[in-house]
């Protein structure tokens, strides 16, 4: 009985790290790749390493940036180094585009982002219907700041600088959802969707 116990215990230990790797990196905010038709928007948690990026799961679920990056009790934050042992999972949007998923199975920190608090929930950028143009937050001004505008396929649709206190034209771009970044030093410290007449 002992020695089978022991055959038991041996067989679990290997099913439960068979596939495991560990990756070091930083963590990002990534935009939601479609998997459903249409696509919901929104930005999800990953990891950023030397060779990919990878989106972040925790029991087979994306990690939603309008929720915390908690793993026992111990909360991560975007630019934080770490480590991470966990299984990956190659997959395809629903237009074919592959993706890798990342199940968290260990994380440690390695070092601490200075950036502590990313206002996810907080609308930074407005659209002014009538004008055609994004209005930055006004609590932002006098902020050295860059904006990014990208579509739901993540493709860069406009790039400005210096943009603290300032409205941007969007008349020319066809209605529809677009996800916006804010960067400071070149990071990522706000984000979120810009609705254009719909």
Do not use: H
């Not at 994380?107 to 950036?115: A, C, E, M, N, V």
């Amino acid at each position: 009985m002992k020695q089978f116990l022991i055959f038991f215990i041996s067989v679990f230990m290997c099913l439960n790290i068979y596939g495991q790797n560990t990756y070091s990196g930083k963590i990002i905010p990534m935009s939601n790749l479609c998997q459903t038709d249409p696509c919901l928007p929104g930005m999800v948690f990953g990891l950023e390493t030397t060779s990919n990026n990878y989106i972040l799961t925790i029991n087979s679920n994306w990690i939603w940036s309008d929720n915390r990056l908690i793993v026992e009790d111990i909360e991560y934050f975007i630019d934080d180094e770490v480590e991470i042992t966990g299984i990956t999972t190659t997959k395809q949007d629903v237009n074919s585009n592959e993706y890798t998923e990342l199940e968290i199975k260990i994380i440690k920190k390695l070092t601490s982002s200075s950036i502590k608090i990313l206002s996810f929930g907080n609308k930074k950028a407005y659209y002014d219907e009538i004008k055609q143009v994004i209005v930055i937050d006004e609590t932002l001004q006098n902020q050295s700041l860059t904006f990014e505008l990208v579509d739901l396929q993540g493709k860069m649709i406009l790039k400005k600088t210096d943009v603290g206190n300032t409205s941007i034209s969007i008349a020319n771009l066809p209605d529809g959802l677009y996800l916006y970044r804010l960067l400071k030093n070149s990071r990522i410290i706000y984000f979120g969707k810009i609705l254009k007449n719909i």
